[in-house]
């Protein structure tokens, strides 16, 4: 499965558009990682609590997507997107969604 950010996949061409592909998912630190990164916020510095929890639901999402191009029986995600937005305070969504398309000659 191909997955790019870009309108085209060099040296293929597109050969049905499927549909839009998506995935979601909502994730949240444990209290004891939200607290940390509370104090973190008030001395400065990186909130790596939260760096990691939305590098772990980036890569959810995007599995989650590449599966529901799997299903559609996609070769491949064009102009894959991603979204965060915050859900509540300590947790956020992260959605990934792209045009799922068919290959000629894949």
């Not at 959810?60 to 965060?84: C, H, P, Q």
Request: net charge neutral; charged share 25%; glycine share 10%.
């Amino acid at each position: 499965m191909i997955i790019t950010n870009t309108t085209e996949v060099p040296g293929k061409e597109v050969s049905e558009i499927l549909g839009l592909a998506k995935g979601s998912t909502i994730r949240a630190k444990h209290i004891g990682k939200d607290l940390m990164a509370g104090l973190r916020h008030i001395v400065g510095g990186e909130l790596t609590e939260y760096t990691e929890m939305i590098n772990e639901a980036r890569d959810i999402a995007l599995d989650l997507m590449k599966k529901d191009a799997e299903k559609m029986g996609a070769d491949a995600v064009l102009n894959v997107r991603l979204s965060t937005s915050a859900v509540m305070q300590g947790a956020a969504e992260v959605l990934a969604y792209g045009t799922a398309v068919k290959l000629k000659g894949k």
